[in-house]
């Protein structure tokens, strides 16, 4: 990896840093908190994470963060896992998400769109109005601080009111979106065991009406615990016996109460993807997500009143939390519920240009997806608003910053942004002050000590290491729901390195600082010693126009060998021929190392997913080295069962 010094693809100008908050911050953290005043970024990074705890009480201080009873210390215990953060204070995330509506009652809080492309306006007093009516519903029906909601949703108004007014009641919530098969929703809320469940009747998706009735029907015979199930006519039928109306829970007008919960109070619980085995049900607090959101929406992406965030995303990816979390700093938020290529793979640019988006995040696919698909979004939609395009889900390849620089606007901030489920934020990613290069993340996130370590650990610069992350983080989860013990917990994060976080990607920190993704840790391609991320080939193989997709593996022989299968789904009308084999290794020998030039070129009907759209390596790799699909892989967070089959096929003959 080389430390040079390559011309930036954007460089904000001096009125643009001058505005950014974060760069208001730095001064005032200066000023009151011993912060650096010049040295910009880099400064102010290190010395969040030099002075951790008096920079999370810069943070509170500067977005007002409201205790009800104040706090001891910044951190009691620093020890990870297990930091205890603001032992003694109490506060309510749902109520810092509704204060707006104190000064700006009739300005828009939420923006609902469907693939119809009408927008549909939610009041920041009609949010705080239904969720003051849903918060006393629930405490009627029983619902008391921990006790878990549900929702089987898509991302609608409906969805935000549900979160906000469990939250409110100091309740936990849950959510999937409905296109989760039963089996997949109850691997996740049998763990939970929810006391209510919130649901739609069915859900609209790629120009189709998709019932889920006989699947509600499912979830409510499988979840022994619920005390109700509350009924959302999204395809106006009537509702099911036994069921409330959401409507007769949401038409009161009652002033909100928020319970105040101590600092480390369960908020939701999150999800991982389950590919393996039962998906970890991941517990986040109510202040640690309330305050690392106000840093990463507030100072990273520079959100505020005047913003308007449009992230695509569904109710069962962390995105959908984060995308709430806008509302914290004052920020309409955009609801998009439909299928990111409906009518045609340009939707979500039509989306931006309707809402007025400021900031529109989307996935690192999607981008590719445009520009294979030859679409030309300034050409076609009106993105005057947009400020800044950022990705995440996968890394961006250098071509997908190139396409963005080209095909949207030259001077756009693009801001490629990885963190985890795991955080519900990002360990490296935007920041408004700083240059953009091209394949990389602008720098880690203020707070986090982000760095790139051998298996030794020892830190690396401008050389592939494992993510570490050295001090704790607010978000961190508090636990996993069913880990007693907790060893499920450190097993996934503190297993390799003792005391210190370690994510499972593989990154390069820069000497400029900045990050590079090179995908999973765990499905490393490992050639003669050479490691590389599978990001690196799809990246390289995937601008090949014949190529719709892609998936390697590397699999250890029980000889001692090596096999590292290319796995190609193609574009329609493309063949599979010795000319198009011969181009796939020459991209990779001369872009990449002849020592990961595959050992088989393979065509496939397809790239299996999991349901929040990352492509699934670890289990096709189990397969491919013998074990049966059962033990392979958790069906209910796969989005194409029948894909598997062709790589289960496959390790048959070869066996």
Not at 29 to 36: D, I, L, M, Q, S
């Amino acid at each position: 990896m080389t430390s040079a010094n390559p011309t930036p693809l954007w460089q904000p100008d001096a009125d643009r840093i001058a505005r950014a908050q974060i760069t208001r911050f730095q001064a005032w953290a200066a000023e009151r908190h011993g912060a650096p005043a010049e040295g910009g970024y880099p400064a102010l990074h290190r010395w969040s994470v030099d002075e951790l705890e008096t920079f999370w009480k810069a943070v509170t201080e500067w977005f007002d963060v409201r205790f009800s009873t104040p706090y001891a210390r910044v951190l009691g215990n620093r020890s990870m896992p297990g930091a205890e953060w603001f032992p003694g204070a109490t506060l309510n995330y749902a109520e810092h998400a509704l204060r707006a509506a104190a000064t700006r009652a009739d300005d828009p809080a939420l923006l609902a769109v469907d693939e119809t492309h009408e927008p549909r306006l939610v009041t920041w007093s009609e949010l705080r109005r239904q969720v003051g009516s849903l918060a006393a519903e629930l405490r009627a029906l029983g619902v008391r601080p921990g006790d878990r909601v549900s929702g089987y949703l898509p991302n609608i108004p409906e969805a935000v009111v549900a979160l906000l007014a469990t939250a409110a009641v100091g309740g936990v919530w849950t959510s999937c979106a409905p296109d989760f098969g039963a089996r997949s929703v109850l691997d996740r809320f049998q763990q939970v065991e929810p006391v209510v469940l919130i649901t739609v009747d069915g859900y609209r998706y790629g120009g189709k009406e998709h019932d889920r009735r006989e699947t509600v029907a499912e979830l409510r015979r499988e979840l022994p615990t619920l005390r109700a199930v509350v009924h959302i006519p999204l395809l106006g039928t009537d509702a099911p016996e036994g069921a409330l109306e959401w409507s007769a829970l949401t038409s009161a007008d009652v002033e909100p109460v928020f319970e105040q919960v101590p600092f480390d109070h369960p908020l939701w619980v999150l999800y991982s993807s389950g590919t393996t085995g039962l998906p970890k049900a991941i517990v986040q607090s109510q202040g640690g997500i309330l305050i690392e959101h106000l840093k990463q929406l507030g100072l990273h992406c520079d959100l505020g009143p005047e913003s308007c965030l449009f992230w695509y995303t569904s109710t069962g990816w962390m995105m959908w939390n984060f995308l709430v979390s806008g509302l914290l700093t004052g920020t309409m938020i955009v609801l998009y519920d439909g299928s990111p290529g409906h009518p045609d793979t340009g939707a979500q640019w039509r989306v931006a240009e309707r809402t007025g988006a400021t900031l529109f995040g989307t996935s690192a696919a999607y981008v590719m997806a445009c520009r294979k698909a030859g679409v030309h979004p300034a050409r076609d939609y009106d993105l005057t608003t947009v400020q800044c395009v950022a990705t995440t889900g996968s890394p961006l390849p250098p071509d997908g910053f190139a396409w963005l620089h080209d095909e949207v606007r030259d001077d756009l901030w693009i801001a490629s942004v990885s963190g985890g489920t795991d955080v519900c934020s990002c360990f490296a990613g935007a920041v408004p002050t700083l240059p953009v290069y091209i394949g990389e993340l602008q720098a880690p996130g203020l707070g986090t000590d982000l760095q790139s370590w051998d298996p030794s650990g020892k830190p690396l610069i401008d050389e592939v290491g494992e993510l570490v992350v050295t001090n704790p983080m607010p978000s961190m989860p508090i636990r996993f729901w069913n880990d007693p013990d907790g060893s499920r917990y450190h097993e996934s994060y503190f297993a390799m390195y003792p005391g210190v976080w370690r994510h499972g990607d593989w990154i390069t920190v820069t000497t400029r600082g900045s990050v590079i993704i090179h995908g999973r840790s765990d499905s490393t391609l490992n050639r003669q010693g050479v490691r590389m991320g599978s990001a690196d080939i799809y990246e390289a193989v995937e601008r090949l126009p014949e190529i719709r997709e892609s998936l390697v593996i590397g699999i250890e022989q029980p000889d001692g060998g090596y096999w590292m299968p290319l796995f190609v789904h193609l574009a329609p009308g493309a063949v599979l021929d010795d000319a198009l084999l011969n181009r796939i290794k020459q991209t990779i020998r001369e872009q990449l190392s002849p020592r990961h030039v595959p050992d088989e070129i393979i065509e496939v009907p397809g790239v299996p997913h999991t349901l929040t759209g990352k492509r699934i390596e670890v289990p096709v790799k189990r397969l491919l080295q013998g074990a049966p699909l059962e033990k392979a892989v958790n069906p209910g967070s796969i989005d194409n069962l029948d894909l598997l089959h062709f790589y289960e096929d496959l390790a048959r003959k070869r066996a």
